[in-house]
């Protein structure tokens, strides 16, 4: 399933692709360098076996066209994070991933942007992946990056002192994976194939969908349960803020109820809340004679 997308973010509105496993895990945003867009095959192979693997995929254009022909802004990865920022804030407000887990990937120039983009705004960030490229432009804020992140180099290519300078500056739990016989640019079929590899491994292992790990645990502490989860937003009344509303519906053995929690900004908050309920609500079903 893919949809072209406009997406909102300060000062413009930028291009996407989102492409949706069926029921994905966790989404992984894709951020491509200079000289690419979001039509890049390399970056559209990945997204495919990300699909493939279970995941959402949404790769994005962070300058609009008329300023990807400039120099300056092509290499301005400040304003860029700025912007992936605001994407991340815009998936988390979709009925379609607003309980995923998000992921960055990053190649080229978006190497440096992923990695400050998860230093400024770490909430909701379960995972990078950097291509080649500079990702030692974020030097200077390594040290808040908070997700697990996993550096791709290449065998030979000037990128390589790059990613392992960032590497060894990054102090979050991370993992350093060399890909043979790649050249700088990974245009090879054997080296694109392998990171796809590598970042399906690193994504799968990492990203996970809150509405996916309550209901798997809920079923298995109550064998034979029914369940069917509800996100949605409540409008808001004069003078209050968005919330979040959850709805369960349950049914174990003939016997059914509603659970409903709501929460303000963070669906996922709401979600423990009315898994919670509904798991104690199940116990003194049991319970009863």
């Not at 989404?27 to 690419?36: K, R």
């Not at 991340?88 to 379609?96: T, V």
């Not at 937003?233 to 409903?260: C, I």
């Amino acid at each position: 399933m893919k949809h072209e997308l406009s997406i909102p973010v300060p000062g413009c509105v930028v291009r996407g692709e989102l492409r949706m496993a069926e029921q994905p895990t966790g989404v992984v945003v894709l951020v491509h360098g200079s000289g690419a867009d979001r039509h890049d095959a390399r970056n559209r192979f990945v997204a495919a076996r990300l699909v493939e693997a279970g995941l959402a995929a949404l790769l994005v254009d962070l300058l609009e066209d008329c300023e990807a022909h400039e120099r300056h802004n092509v290499f301005d990865v400040e304003t860029q994070a700025g912007r992936l920022v605001a994407v991340k804030d815009w998936l988390r407000a979709q009925p379609a991933t607003r309980s995923l887990d998000i992921g960055y990937f990053g190649t080229g120039v978006g190497a440096g942007v992923v990695l400050i983009a998860a230093a400024r705004a770490p909430q909701g960030v379960g995972a990078l992946v950097t291509r080649g490229g500079r990702p030692d432009t974020a030097l200077h804020c390594l040290h808040r990056v908070e997700a697990p992140t996993l550096f791709i180099a290449s065998e030979s290519g000037l990128d390589r002192d790059w990613v392992e300078s960032a590497y060894r500056g990054a102090g979050v739990r991370k993992d350093l994976a060399h890909i043979a016989g790649a050249g700088e640019s990974f245009g090879e079929q054997q080296s694109i194939q392998g990171v796809a590899q590598h970042a399906c491994r690193w994504f799968r292992r990492h990203l996970h969908s809150p509405i996916h790990d309550l209901e798997s645990g809920l079923r298995q502490r109550h064998p034979g349960l029914q369940c069917q989860v509800t996100v949605e937003d409540r409008p808001p009344r004069a003078y209050e803020r968005k919330r979040f509303n959850v709805r369960l519906d349950v049914s174990l053995a003939g016997r059914s109820f509603v659970v409903n929690r709501e929460h303000d900004d963070d669906p996922g908050a709401a979600l423990r809340e009315a898994f919670q309920a509904a798991n104690r609500q199940l116990d003194a079903l049991e319970a009863a004679p």
